[in-house]
Structures are given as structure tokens and as C-alpha cells.
């Protein structure tokens, strides 16, 4: 759904380098989510934000990995130290509310680590 | 164990036919969603239908209905009348109560034959 707005759609760098991945969710939308796809592979559940809040990081990496979803602005992303393995599609996904059936999903953010 | 199979890697279906995408899913949860995405060469994400558990009746949403079996778990995904613009990957998933996050499939690739 075009409501969820990720930028940038493609990223690239290069290994040791920094990424961040931003993500505005619907209007109206207080909840957000982060997911992971593998080339050839479903998406993977990373992080669930509301504002200033990081409710569930169950599905992130222990290292270099992190996420914010700050009172003013969207949701960030952040992968420090990149590595060819972190090449992949994240997407973001917002709901209204933490549990329900309205779960929209960005176009993607297609970092390439090189 | 897997919480959402989708068993079949690819499917073709000649333009204007109808063809169902099988899922299976796995939970104990007596509440639960399931959703079925579309992702097309362009990489969004595209939220096409939902089935609550405790929905009685099959989720419908245009050419697309959900055949819901609660007692064999299943959830397939029914497009009817093919069009060329359906040719994509299609991804089942399911989220149980109280969780945050969906759990996804492997996706189907649905070609769509002129």
C-alpha cells in the first residue's frame, strides 16, 4: 500500500559501511513493524515500534542492528557495519492498532551490500 | 515445525481461469489471522484478503476469495478469472493471538498464461 512510504528503494554499500533505512507509516498508523527478506525467501518479522517504544525485537540480530521509531519523524532502520549477508529487502509495515487484521506494507527498501 | 507451508514453488493458469494457491498453517491458538499477499516484479508488498478464525463465512475481495478449512488448517487463496497482471509471487501468512508479528510463507509463483 502506497500509504507506507520507505525510502531509499535502493541502497548500496559497501562492506563496513553504515545503513539506514527510514520508514513512514500510514497516516493514522502508530505501529510499526520491520521485516527481512532473503532473495528466493518469505519475509521475516524483525522489530515491532510504537512511538518512542520498541515493544518486540525478538527477530533482530544480537549485533549491529538496531531501530527507533521517534516521537517526531519515521521510523529508522539502522544496520552499522554492513556485511554481504545483510543484502537483502527490508520492509516496513504499519497498523493502527498492535493487533487486528490491518497490517499494510511499504514498497521495500533493497539494500545491496557490495 | 513450520507455522505457514505453501507447497507448491510455482503455478501456471491460462488467462481468465480461476487457480488456487494452497496453504497450510500450524498453530494451537484458537484466535488467529491469516493474510495473503501479492508481490509482483516490483518488489511491494500488496495486502489482498484476511480470514479471522472465528469468521464464519470465506473472506471474498473482488476475483479473490479465501477458502478457509479450519479443521484441516487451510487456507488457499482462489483467483478467479486470471488476468496477466496477476502473474506473481504470492505469499500466505498468519498471525496468532497475541503475537506482533506475521509468520510468512515461502511464497507461490503464479504465472499467468496468454
Known amino acids: 500500500n502506497a500509504g507506507v512510504m520507505q525510502n531509499p528503494r535502493h541502497l548500496v554499500r559497501r562492506r563496513g559501511q553504515e545503513a539506514r533505512l527510514r520508514c513512514s507509516p500510514m497516516k493514522g498508523h502508530s505501529h510499526v513493524y520491520w521485516y527481512r527478506q532473503l532473495p528466493e525467501e518469505g519475509l521475516k518479522f524483525m522489530v515491532y515500534?510504537?512511538?518512542?517504544?520498541?515493544?518486540?525485537e525478538s527477530g533482530m540480530p544480537k549485533e549491529r542492528f538496531s531501530a527507533e521509531f521517534p516521537k517526531e519523524g519515521p521510523s529508522i532502520l539502522r544496520i552499522q557495519q554492513v556485511v554481504r549477508g545483510d543484502s537483502a529487502a527490508y520492509f516496513c509495515?504499519?497498523?493502527?492498532?498492535?493487533?487486528?487484521?490491518?497490517?499494510?506494507f511499504g514498497e521495500g527498501s533493497w539494500l545491496t551490500v557490495v | 515445525a513450520q507455522k505457514i507451508t505453501q507447497t507448491q514453488p510455482g503455478m501456471f493458469v491460462q488467462e481468465k481461469e480461476a487457480v488456487t494457491l494452497d496453504c497450510t498453517y500450524d498453530?494451537?491458538?484458537?484466535?488467529?489471522?491469516l493474510f495473503w499477499y501479492k508481490q509482483p516484479s516490483s518488489g511491494e508488498m500488496i495486502f489482498l484478503i484476511y480470514q479471522g478464525s472465528y469468521d464464519e463465512q470465506n473472506a471474498t475481495e473482488g476475483r479473490y476469495s479465501l477458502n478457509f478449512q479450519k479443521a484441516r488448517k487451510s487456507a488457499n487463496l482462489v483467483i478467479s478469472a486470471s488476468q496477466l497482471g496477476d502473474s506473481a509471487m504470492y505469499f500466505c501468512a498468519m498471525r496468532e493471538t497475541g503475537a506482533n508479528n506475521l509468520f510468512f510463507g515461502t511464497g507461490t509463483r503464479l504465472t499467468v498464461i496468454p
Open positions: 498453530t494451537s491458538d484458537q484466535s488467529y489471522g
Open positions: 509495515a504499519s497498523s493502527p492498532v498492535g493487533q487486528g487484521d490491518t497490517i499494510y
Open positions: 515500534l510504537q512511538k518512542e517504544n520498541i515493544i518486540d
